[in-house]
């Protein structure tokens, strides 16, 4: 089956740095959603995001189907986008998604 | 803005014990998705549902799980005799479309959080 693989797993960052987390799938995919994490558990979505660019605020993501990898850019961040970050993908002919493992994201005051 | 609703919050049950968890999809979605969650690991898909009968199911959805929409409004997830493997976060997810229909995207609940004792 696909596999997805998100890079770094794990992420320190001082309040009001930029970063990009990393999302890599093995297959073609006609769906891909971000999730934020929170403390308390509950799955934030963030972007829909099968193809293209979108922005929403200090968050922008780029989804690259032909080159089978997605991109998250977390730009001023701070202490509330502490959690962990998953990308999830649908493979073609499929309705299940496939999450994967995660990047922990710690941002300090 | 339209939400999935989950309930319990947690559920605290005695291994061997049956359990349902219950969700409420978005009214106009077709779509229907059980999730779960072991602590500290990735999010595994259980089972998707259209139509009123199974679409896909992972390996892990044995005969230890069933999934119903018994009136239209409610999607439930059933596990029978329960065991302390079963503890973990399940999530309920809905989508307007999906596979051959056309993909939308999937809208999560909050969660459950099963605690098998």
């Known amino acids: 089956g696909i596999q997805v693989e998100q890079s770094p797993p794990d992420l320190i960052l001082q309040e009001g740095a930029n970063s990009t987390l990393r999302c890599n799938f093995s297959?073609?995919?006609?769906?891909l959603q971000w999730f934020h994490q929170n403390p308390w558990g509950q799955l934030i979505n963030l972007f829909y995001?099968?193809?293209g660019t979108k922005q929403n605020g200090r968050l922008s993501a780029t989804t690259v189907a032909t080159e089978r990898y997605s991109l998250l850019y977390i730009s001023s961040s701070q202490t509330t986008d502490s959690g962990v970050y998953f990308c999830?993908?649908?493979?073609?002919?499929?309705?299940?998604?496939?999450f994967g493992t995660g990047t922990r994201l710690k941002v300090l005051a | 803005e339209p939400e999935v609703t989950q309930t319990p919050s947690h559920q605290v049950t005695q291994m061997g014990q049956e359990v349902i968890l219950r969700c409420v999809p978005i009214?106009?979605?077709?779509?229907f998705y059980w999730y779960r969650q072991i602590l500290g690991q990735k999010v595994e898909f259980l089972v998707s549902?259209?139509?009123?009968?199974?679409?896909?199911k992972s390996e892990i959805f044995d005969d230890q799980f069933s999934v119903e929409r018994p009136d239209g409004s409610n999607f439930t997830l059933k596990i029978r005799s329960t065991k302390l493997e079963d503890s973990a976060m399940y999530f309920c997810?809905?989508?307007?479309?999906?596979?051959?229909?056309?993909?939308?995207?999937?809208?999560f609940g909050d969660g459950t959080r099963l605690s098998i004792l």
């Open positions: 997810a809905s989508s307007e479309g999906a596979g051959p229909s056309g993909n939308q995207p999937q809208h």
């Open positions: 297959d073609s995919v006609n769906n």
């Open positions: 995001i099968p193809s």
């Open positions: 999830a993908v649908v493979a073609s002919g499929t309705y299940k998604y496939i």
């Open positions: 009214s106009n979605h077709l779509y």
């Open positions: 549902f259209y139509n009123n009968e199974i679409s896909e």
